[in-house]
């Protein structure tokens, strides 16, 4: 007997629910659903999702360090010049893009605001 994973989808810990969510609309994803606690004023769990992409946020219970997200996101588009371009306008700080041999349309690394590194790749 064999089983079959039907889909993943990433559960990333954060300081702040909202400014995450804001964080990746910049990169086009809406929230499909959201959590406020019991006893909580603030957002505790959002589920994003962009076309095929979906991505869970929690409420951190200690704080988030950067130095140890030890996970790679990979987001992909059409075109990453283009990708690169808008989010530096919307104030982010995309690294060079870099054209390693498993991503020869390029990839650049951009963080957000927990730490966690995203690779955005031109599919």
């Known amino acids: 007997m064999t089983i079959q994973t039907k889909s993943l989808v990433a559960f990333a810990h ?9 964080f ?13 606690a019991d006893g909580q004023t603030a957002l505790s ?5 962009s076309e095929q992409a979906n991505l869970m ?18 987001l992909y588009f059409d075109d990453i010049k283009q ?15 870099n054209y390693p041999f498993y991503m020869p349309n390029g990839e ?9 590194v995203l690779m955005l790749a031109q599919s």
């Open 108 to 116: 650049l690394r951009l963080e957000d605001p927990d730490g966690y």
């Open 57 to 74: 946020l929690g409420l951190a219970s200690a704080p988030i360090d950067a130095s140890q997200q030890a996970i790679l996101f990979y």
């Open 24 to 36: 990746y609309a910049d990169l086009g994803f809406t929230v499909a659903n959201s959590i406020i």
């Open 14 to 22: 954060v300081a702040e629910v909202e400014r995450s969510i804001k």
């Open 83 to 97: 990708t690169h371009n808008i989010m530096a306008e919307l104030g982010h700080k995309p690294g060079a893009i």
């Open 45 to 49: 769990w959002a589920w994003l999702q």
